[in-house]
């Protein structure tokens, strides 16, 4: 009996070493990951929705009369904060009605700026200044944001699909690869020319 105990645990060790090396932890791990990532991009959208009402009242009181810009900003602020998505739902469908409420919001935005760009006593408010800056900060945290959630569902797609971890996947846990962001604005691979 003794002379077993030291073959038992080889035995063990070998086989939760082959489980590690195969995808047993790393899958759901990576799986986890994925989720992980995706709060922080939905977070980053938030906190961009969250700023959107400041801008709109700050830019209230200078420019009254671009009443449908304004109401555009908050049209496109309520659909990209009713698009909610969990980690379990991550398909390339819901992954790009996703994005689209996000770069019309974008958009809007975007417009808001040239209209405040035309009244030079908005321009010079020191709230709107702090606002435009959190505003851009908000889109680089995005854009990293993004880029990390990339990273992470291509570090989960490889274990899911490529030997020896995408055997344990098809024997014990069965995930598919999650979607990956695209570009989905219009002509976004093409650089943007500029003209003077």
């Known amino acids: 009996m003794k002379t077993n105990a030291p073959l038992r645990?080889?035995?063990?060790?070998l086989v939760l070493?082959?489980?590690t090396g195969c995808g047993f932890q790393s899958i759901p791990q990576g799986e986890n990951a994925v989720a992980g990532a995706w709060a922080e991009v939905q977070n980053q959208y938030q906190r961009r929705a969250d700023l959107v009402p400041n801008l709109v009242e700050t830019v209230k009181g200078y420019a009254t009369h671009e009443k449908s810009t304004l109401e555009?900003?908050?049209e496109a602020r309520a659909k990209a904060t009713s698009i909610q998505l969990s980690a379990n739902d991550l398909t390339p469908d819901n992954l790009a009605k996703f994005e689209a409420a996000q770069n019309q919001l974008?958009?809007?935005l975007s417009r808001l700026m040239v209209v405040a760009e035309q009244y030079p006593q908005l321009r010079a408010n020191e709230n709107f200044r702090d606002l435009q800056v959190q505003l851009e900060g908000t889109e680089n945290r995005i854009t990293i944001a993004r880029r990390r959630y990339i990273e992470t569902v291509q570090a989960f797609n490889n274990l899911v699909t490529v030997p020896p971890t995408s055997f344990t996947n098809a024997i014990l846990y069965h995930?598919?690869?999650?979607a990956q962001f695209t570009a989905t604005t219009a002509g976004a691979e093409q650089a943007p020319k500029v003209k003077f």
């Open 9 to 13: 645990a080889a035995l063990a060790g």
């Open 17 to 19: 070493l082959a489980a």
């Open 72 to 74: 555009g900003v908050i």
């Open 106 to 108: 974008k958009g809007a």
């Open 175 to 178: 995930k598919q690869p999650k």
